[in-house]
């Protein structure tokens, strides 16, 4: 009826409703009059049956409201509405990791793809609780890493290459005089976390330091200001932080020109990881290894449009690289 | 089938799938075992065309990576994940307005409510695009503000009441001295920065002082920083900076501290607007009008069941008022 009434083919008026596919502006706006006068709208519900699609992006994750998260999250549902899928949330539990029953009603909304990382959910659980969604997951890979075992479930991969960035950051604390490097880590059962300390650690070989000193903390602010004075006040300090991520920065930032009367950079050199909107603010104004968000966020739909129109292939892989950003915390 | 072999009702099975519905822990677990082993899951497409539920919860949002919107979602979708509901996220376009293709695919999903603001989306234009939920607008109502009209569509409300804590943030202000007072804006379509400054006003005069001296800001950093020199520079400065959100006072203070040379608390004081997590942070450690999350995601939620339960209700309101958070930029 609404085709009819708007003097258009039925396949266009699918395509006014599909914010993905191309149709003449004036066209889709006398199509969307039509069907707001006849109260029409496509049924999702209905259609999802018949097409086997629900336009539902799953995204898991541990928090929100952390910055790369949120970040994330909003280019991301931008990148998505702009093909015509809707991102649905699932939060994973406080100690970060995903109980079977949510995975059970994640299943019952049968997204058409699900973003995760290994830390929360591992592929072997979560491929077991998606009917035909392919999940993708955000990695790490490190040299001499043992190979995937090759019957595994099937899953497509975003592949964070972080020797680079890391490898300009040392190079900078190392013309600036810097020996003695701690590294600031992230959450323990963080992968992310761990493939920066393994890949700082060999950078530092390579360049000829000493192993980074350990300073236990979880991405959080908090922890990283508590760990900082921690490793200053008892265990003799050091000239270089390297943190796990921006936020952990700042707290180590804090730490130093507030509570132990030093200066950053001149005392102490800070670099972060992340490159998160805050970074430049003139509190911090943080030299950090930059892992861009819409290069990310654009690798991430292409990996879920190309999984939509070729269900059976290998696993897909897509990479990007990281590099340094320099500012004001190291000099 | 899951039921014959998992020895239980029906019921049960269905309620093993549902987080909100009670059960014993081990029964539950035999259920999702058995689920499992038969690869079953209730489907909740097909579900949906039956019950007229989908368990979908809409969020409107012009941004999820600006930290008050993104602590909310994140508090809200874990406290709508325990009653069996999933956030699903739909931006506005970057002038904050929504288009209504956006909202026509939005339909599409046929979520049981939407969570909206008015500046993004008017209820008369949101209704229009919903079939049978009930929008839930945050709102701050103000004395002498026009009644709503009577035959207007149905919409909830979470009305936020101002008053107290912009009362207390300007009784500690004089009491320090304060006698010039700015009020450093947010986004101009914002009915929030609006109710804010109106409220600000009516409460300088009840206290007499003179009208506040506007700056006109975004709820963005960049902005109240350069908001913050204009005023200082070409218009004379203020003894107390009231900032619409935290994130605004942030730019004020690095603005003022790092750009002007002054100090805060002793030449200028600063106030903020929300009490996001980053304000105890030692490089902010702001004194700010608490507007607590935990309470305010437990009254949507409360909106949303109490709507569902009841779905010809009269419009619907829940009240949640603010209070002052003293911390250092005022002293």
Chains 1, 2 share one sequence.
């Not at 966020?297 to 340094?324: F, G, M, W, Y």
């Amino acid at each position: 009826m609404v085709a009819a009434l708007a003097q258009v083919s039925r396949v266009a008026v699918s395509r006014a409703f599909n914010p993905h596919a191309s149709l003449k502006a004036d066209k889709r706006e006398r199509i969307l009059r039509v069907a707001r006068e006849l109260n029409y709208t496509p049924d999702r519900a209905a259609r999802a049956l018949v097409s086997g699609r629900t336009h539902l992006i799953g995204v898991i994750v541990p928090d929100v409201y952390s910055y790369w998260e949120s970040q994330e999250i909003d280019a991301l549902t931008t990148a998505l509405q702009n093909e015509g899928f809707a991102t649905l949330l699932f939060k994973t539990r406080t100690d970060y990791s995903m109980d079977e029953q949510l995975l059970a009603y994640m299943r019952g909304f049968n997204p058409d793809s699900v973003i995760a990382f290994v830390e929360n959910v591992k592929p072997v659980t979560l491929t077991r609780f998606l009917d035909r969604a392919v999940p993708i997951y955000v990695d790490y890979p490190m040299a001499g890493a043992p190979a995937e075992p090759e019957h595994g479930p099937l899953y497509d991969r975003l592949n964070i290459l972080q020797h680079s960035g890391i490898d300009q950051a040392v190079a900078l604390l190392q013309g600036y005089g810097a020996r003695r490097i701690a590294y600031l880590s992230g959450h323990g059962k963080s992968r992310a976390s761990a493939a920066r300390e393994a890949t700082l650690r060999q950078v530092l070989e390579e360049r000829g330091f000493q192993p980074p000193i350990l300073a236990p903390g979880d991405f959080g602010y908090e922890t990283a200001y508590q760990a900082t004075i921690d490793l200053f006040r008892v265990r003799g300090g050091a000239d270089g932080v390297f943190a796990a991520n921006d936020v952990s920065a700042f707290g180590a930032l804090d730490a130093l020109r507030h509570e132990l009367g030093l200066r950053v950079p001149g005392d102490v050199k800070v670099v972060g990881f992340d490159d998160i909107a805050q970074s430049h603010w003139k509190s911090y104004n943080l030299t950090t290894v930059k892992f861009d968000l819409h290069e990310r966020v654009r690798a991430l739909v292409r990996l879920i449009l190309r999984r939509l129109n070729d269900p059976q292939a290998e696993s897909l892989v897509e990479t990007l690289d990281t590099r340094l950003v320099v500012r004001g915390t190291v000099g």
